[in-house]
Structures are given as structure tokens and as C-alpha cells.
């Protein structure tokens, strides 16, 4: 044989044999499920507006050996919950939106790196997009973020709700989701939005720049002139708990006001997480999940045993990354404030979570390793 053939077969077989000693677990092990649960929390740690977004589905995973710590390369899928990113609620105790209130769906390709039994996200990429399925004829339909309608329809709620609040004014922080439905009646408009204390003097509202400044999501349901509004305060719902079961007051979260916040160009009807961040050009991440190009430079955050010890930031050349930016803001010009660091404890399960067995019929009934199981729909 040819020296230029011996090389090539060479070339295969190494190939090939380097495809075999990549680790490929179960979906749905307890090690899998730890990591894609670090990268749910990780990316709601980056998501600055709109809701938290649970772990749905653990699509694929594979975990490449390296003496400086093994590298996971995850595709999950995620679904917006009804917890706003300001809600200090665990995601856990979260409800994800049916699919009657049009779901939204996050499709997310996630590089984690563990090193002493810490996991690090490296890098991720995702696609956020509306569910249109089982949609019935009747159900509310979203509207866009800038509908000046139902933006009208918004104030005027609030304007409800301050006059039935005593000592504090409430002003608008941030829209979440509008829709319009089909009653009886005719359309009426449903909104959820998030609401700061305020200082206001000669009807001019200008949020406290305080971080105790109180927060709290309304909704309401209706029309301008006649409608409901139920408005609670984050201070007044469930507090963080980390992995101890230690509860304790927890301070709202970071949150940036866009300028023009309620005049949004792009004409979005959700908010979606962040598209894109991989500094390091690790070429790990697949092409499918892509919705931009933007490298978004996020906060570090830690996972694992060793999460006590302080684990230092390395800070994104400004070669490599831009200004931080949230993918709702991308197309409007605005930016969003530097996201905080996040440090979030877990342990690994003790017993192994239920596996629902997947045969493949074209394999003579042999165990699919993946995709996992489905969690809500």
C-alpha cells in the first residue's frame, strides 16, 4: 500500500476510534440530568427580561474526556414558565405556560466544563420560538410587544391599581406578554406586566432607583374602560432557598430598563433568551440552535461540590466580545446592564430520576440512550 493510502486508513481508524471512547450516558442519568439543570439555571441567571424558562427535555449529550476536566456538550430543551424573572420563586415551583396561552419554547446547545466536581458553563447557543400547536379557535393570541392598543389597555389597568393602593405608586418596569381573545362578548385584551414603586410628582412616575424598591407582576383582563387587575408584590412570594434548605430574605435581582422600553421596533410578541455566547470559539456548538451572531459576554456561574470555594471570573477580551447586550434589545439599539455574577449550589441526586424506556424498532428493541423524557409536553 501506498504511503498516502496507509495515512488516510490511518486517518479513518483513529477517527473512528475516537468517536467510540466519547462517552454517551443515559439522558436521563442522574450525572446528564445534574449538568442540564446547571445550564437551565445558568441561562436564566442571563436572561434579564420576560420569565424563567424550565428544563423540558434533554435532547442529546455527550461528555468528551480531558485531563483538565471532562467537557459536556448538551442540546435541552426549555419552556417559559409563568415566573418572571424578577420572582425569587425556584423555577422548580414554577407553572410552564399550556399551550392554550401559546408556550414558548427554547432550543439550546449548552458547553459545560467540570473540573473537581464543579460545573462551569463555557458556552451556548439558543433559538427561542412561539409553540403554534393545539391552538383552538378562541384561545388568546399574543400580540406584539408594541401594540399600541393594548399598551393603552396596560396604563389604563394600572392606573386602576394605584387608585386602589394607599401609600405607594406603582409605575411600569416592564411589559412581559399581551394578548387579545374572542368572548362572548367581543375581543377583550390580557396582560402581564411588572410593576416598580415609583416617585411621582405632577403625574410624572420615575421608578425609586433603589434595589428594595418593591416589584410585583400584575394581570389583568378586560378592556380600558372596564376590567380586573391583580397585582402581587415579589416581596411577597416564596424566598430563594439554596441547597440547605436555608431560607432567607433574598434581594430582587439586577434588572435593566430599556429607554423606550414600551416602543420596541422589532415587533416581538415573547421575550427570548439570550442567542449566543462563546467567547472562546469552542466549535462545540451546533449550527441548528444559532439565532444571531452576537457573542454576549455572561457571568460565570458555578455548580457542584466544590461551589463553596471562590472560583475566579475571567474576564472576555474585548477582541472576542461585544457590549452586553440581551437578545430582545438586540434589534432595538438598546443594551442591558452588566449581568451579576451567579453562583448557584446543587446536589447531585441521590436516587436516579424516572427513566421512561425508548426502543427503537429498527434496532431489534435496543435502549435508546437519548433523547430523554419529556417532562411537560
Known amino acids: ?18 468517536q467510540l471512547t466519547v462517552p454517551q450516558p443515559h439522558c436521563d442519568s442522574p450525572e446528564v440530568e445534574e449538568a442540564a439543570l446547571v445550564a437551565q439555571d445558568y441561562l436564566n441567571a442571563q436572561h434579564t427580561h420576560g420569565y424563567k424558562y424550565a428544563l423540558n427535555r434533554i435532547e442529546d449529550i455527550k461528555i468528551y474526556p480531558n485531563p483538565d476536566g471532562d ?11 409563568d415566573c418572571h424573572v424578577l420572582d425569587p420563586t425556584p423555577v422548580a415551583n414554577c407553572s410552564v405556560r399550556p399551550k392554550v396561552f401559546t408556550a414558548v419554547e427554547g432550543e439550546c446547545d449548552v458547553v459545560l466544563k467540570k473540573v473537581g466536581g464543579v460545573l462551569t458553563v463555557t458556552a451556548f447557543k439558543c433559538k427561542t420560538e ?13 400580540l406584539p410587544l408594541n401594540d399600541t392598543t393594548a399598551l393603552d389597555f ?18 411600569l ?14 375581543p377583550i385584551y390580557l396582560a402581564e406586566y411588572v410593576v416598580i414603586e415609583a416617585d411621582c410628582t405632577d403625574d410624572v412616575c420615575v421608578p425609586l432607583n433603589d434595589t428594595m424598591a418593591v416589584r410585583g407582576i400584575c ?18 412570594l416564596m424566598p430563594v432557598v439554596d441547597a440547605n434548605s436555608t431560607a432567607g430574605p433574598a434581594l430582587p435581582p439586577t434588572i435593566h430598563v430599556h429607554e423606550g422600553n414600551l416602543s420596541r421596533k422589532h415587533g416581538l410578541k415573547h421575550h427570548k433568551l439570550t442567542a449566543l455566547h462563546d467567547p472562546q470559539l469552542v466549535g462545540l456548538l451546533s449550527a441548528e440552535s444559532a439565532e444571531s451572531s452576537e457573542v454576549v459576554p455572561v457571568a460565570p456561574a458555578v455548580v457542584g461540590a466544590a461551589a463553596t470555594a471562590a472560583v475566579p471570573t475571567t474576564a472576555v477580551p474585548a477582541a472576542s466580545a461585544e457590549p452586553a447586550a440581551d437578545s430582545d434589545s438586540a434589534s432595538d439599539g438598546s ?12 446536589d447531585v441526586p441521590i436516587t436516579p430520576s424516572p427513566v421512561v424506556a425508548q426502543t427503537d424498532s429498527n434496532s431489534n428493541g435496543v435502549v435508546k440512550m437519548c433523547p430523554g423524557r419529556i417532562r411537560h409536553f
Do not use: W
Open 1 to 18: 500500500m501506498k504511503p498516502l493510502g496507509i495515512t488516510v486508513v490511518l486517518g479513518l481508524v483513529v477517527g473512528a476510534l475516537a
Open 71 to 81: 467537557t459536556y456538550v448538551m442540546d435541552i430543551d426549555l419552556l417559559e414558565t
Open 130 to 142: 412561539e409553540s403554534t400547536e393545539d391552538l383552538c379557535l378562541g384561545c388568546p393570541a399574543l
Open 154 to 171: 396596560v396604563q389604563a389597568s394600572l392606573a386602576t391599581f394605584n387608585n386602589i393602593t394607599a401609600n405607594e405608586t406603582y409605575t
Open 173 to 186: 418596569l416592564e411589559v412581559g406578554r399581551m394578548s387579545t381573545q374572542i368572548v362572548s362578548g367581543g
Open 219 to 236: 394581570i389583568a383582563r378586560g378592556l380600558s374602560i372596564a376590567h380586573n387587575v391583580d397585582c402581587k408584590m415579589f416581596s411577597t
Open 335 to 346: 443594551t442591558s446592564a452588566e449581568v451579576p455574577v451567579v453562583v448557584v449550589k446543587r
